[in-house]
Nanobody
Framework: QVQLVESGGGLVQAGGSLRLSCAAS????????MGWFRQAPGKEREFVAA????????LYADSVKGRFTISRDNAKNTMYLQMNSLKPEDTAVYSC???????????????????WGQGTQVTVSS
């Protein structure tokens, strides 16, 4: 499996920006589809964005489209989530995930991903 560690979370005012990072080790990172999910207190885990192994295919939740950008640097075994125009409803624990099944396909379901990080807290104040 791939080991994943997120960083970059924090407290930001509404309208601000944050960039999350997901550092991967273990199994080959560059061949896997990767994704970001988030979970707010009392809510189910929610898909945010996913990216294919080459970065050629991306998928975003409607709630973040146009504000968030997912990217990856396979040479650094790192995936990123640039979050702009943050809203209080973006407050959640953000987790990165790696698929052991998909390389070009970008699923939005958690079942498409087999390895998960511990998560990083993002809090957006109004």
């Amino acid at each position: 499996q791939v080991q994943l560690v997120e960083s970059g979370g924090g407290l930001v005012q509404a309208g601000g920006s944050l960039r999350l990072s997901c550092a991967a080790s273990g199994r080959t990172f560059s061949s896997n589809t990767m994704g970001w999910f988030r979970q707010a207190p009392g809510k189910e885990r929610e898909f945010v964005a996913a990216i294919s192994w080459s970065g050629g295919s991306t998928l975003y939740a409607d709630s973040v489209k146009g504000r968030f950008t997912i990217s990856r640097d396979n040479a650094k075994n790192t995936m990123y989530l640039q979050m702009n125009s943050l809203k209080p409803e973006d407050t959640a624990v953000y987790s990165c995930a790696a698929s052991s099944t998909y390389h070009n396909y970008v699923p939005s379901s958690p079942s498409g991903f087999g390895s998960w990080g511990q998560g990083t807290q993002v809090t957006v104040s109004s």
